[in-house]
């Protein structure tokens, strides 16, 4: 396990940050379910992706590593051989796979590691229930799966994950007959839905949707192969946003598409709103640094940026409340939790409130020995909150970050970060 010691130090200048992790499971899916073959430029081999081009090699697909183009053979559909999937700690995989893997008859066992196996799969087994499906679990991972999903009438809760409905999307339009998704309490992270509804588009699978709350899906439809190049992500540019408006210099973020349909584009908006600047100047995202003061902050259609968004509100003029971020306690950690007990370590003044968080800025924070939990936005949010700390901080666990961004130690150097590994084990 890696340990990082950074000494605290503004940020600045030009990043590229990694592809979008989430329309990268969507291009390699797509494109595995596809007959013949797709290029996919520009994905990011991070553990995430790896487990879904694995998971998808397993489904049928064959999938060439061609530098950072992926070579992707689909046979029409899937089929999977009696076999086992390691998900690793994806949470996106497991979610997607799942009913991919209940297109093929075959028994399909799903592992994965650390928190995986206590993330909410029950949507899942309610379905194999209600089908006469097989699902043998003793409870979490691993599952093993075993039938032919029927179509016809489906219902999901919105606010659990929306990865279960986006897991459905991908499967219902290989059954031979129509299905519709009703969902039955409202939808939350809208934003990925988005992205599998448009990544589905693309690969020729059309689909509609009567205002979130009911999907229809025509079956016998075929995806149709195509060259797909995955843009940058916002997820991951949100950390150097903050660390540009919290910094004392200006942090540039290249390969971001100002017409995405990514969610956690809002992290643009929100950093305004709390008084930053943050500006999209001919394909580049600009960060200045600006004071900012306390807002309110809804996280149901953004969790993914809760952790980053909490440093920012941590050194912010006044209290910050970032409401309905209920569903980050199952993520990779409590992130509730992990961001409120890590951050407080270094100094911030931040708690739990139910499914909130509660923070009264400060102008600096002081530093310390903090953990990632094994969840990488935690480790990098930290790594964001030592710029202004006034001491060291320690990192236990930073190699977690490989789960969405391998690259971002080098990255966080490259920017001017003064980071000395501890130790390896
Ligand atoms: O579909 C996706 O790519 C994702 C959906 C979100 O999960 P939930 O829908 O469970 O909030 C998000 O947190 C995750 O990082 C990626
Ligand atoms: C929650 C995340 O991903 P997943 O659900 O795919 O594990 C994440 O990347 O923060």
Redesign the pocket.
């Known amino acids: 396990m890696a340990d990082v010691l950074i000494t605290p130090a503004k940020l600045q200048g030009n990043v590229t940050v990694p592809a979008s992790?989430?329309m990268g499971?969507r291009a390699v899916i797509c494109a595995g379910l596809a007959q013949g073959t797709s290029i996919v430029e520009g994905a990011t081999l991070s553990d995430d992706i790896n487990v879904t081009i694995q998971g998808m090699r397993a489904m049928g697909a064959v999938i060439r590593i061609d530098d950072d183009r992926l070579v992707i053979t689909g046979a029409g559909g899937v089929n999977p051989a009696e076999t086992s999937i390691d998900c690793g700690e994806s949470?996106?995989t497991l979610r997607f796979l799942i009913p991919l893997a209940l297109l093929g008859n075959q028994r399909v066992t799903f592992t994965g590691r650390g928190r995986l196996a206590e993330r909410p799969i029950t949507e899942y087994a309610d379905i194999c229930r209600q089908q006469g499906l097989g699902w043998e679990s003793g409870g979490g991972l691993p599952v093993t799966v075993q039938g032919r999903l029927k179509s016809g009438q489906f219902n999901l809760r919105g606010d659990v994950?929306?990865?279960f409905l986006?897991g459905l999307l991908f499967a219902l339009p290989l059954l031979p007959g129509n299905s519709t998704i009703n969902i039955t309490t409202p939808l939350?992270?809208k934003g990925?839905v988005d992205?599998?509804l448009s990544a589905l588009a693309k690969f020729g699978v059309t689909t509609s949707h009567c205002e979130y709350r009911e999907f229809y899906i025509r079956g016998g439809q075929t995806y149709k192969p195509r060259d797909y190049t995955v843009e940058g992500d916002f997820?991951q540019a949100a950390f150097w946003l903050v660390a540009g408006t919290i910094g004392g210099e200006v942090v540039n973020c290249c390969s971001l598409s100002e017409a995405s349909l990514q969610g956690d584009k809002v992290i643009a908006s929100l950093i305004n709103t709390a008084g930053g600047s943050i500006r999209f100047v001919d394909g580049v995202l600009t960060a200045s640094p600006t004071a900012t003061h306390g807002t309110v902050i809804d996280a149901a259609d953004c969790?993914?940026l809760v952790p980053v968004l909490a440093v920012l509100a941590s050194l912010s003029k006044g209290e910050t409340r970032i409401i309905r971020a209920g569903?980050l306690r199952i993520?990779e950690s409590d992130r509730l939790a992990s961001t409120a007990r890590e951050l407080s370590k270094l100094g911030a003044d931040i708690r739990e409130d139910g499914d909130s968080l509660v923070i009264q800025g400060k102008p600096q924070l002081d530093g310390g020995e903090v953990d990632s939990w094994q969840d990488h936005r935690i480790a990098m949010a930290l790594a964001i909150a030592s710029i202004r700390c006034k001491q060291p901080v320690l990192i236990h666990g930073a190699e977690c970050v490989k789960k969405s961004y391998p690259g971002f130690w080098q990255d966080f150097v490259s920017l001017g970060g003064m980071v000395n590994e501890r130790s390896m084990g």
């Open positions: 992790k989430s499971h949470g996106s994950s929306s990865q986006s939350e992270s990925y992205l599998t997820s969790p993914d569903r993520k």
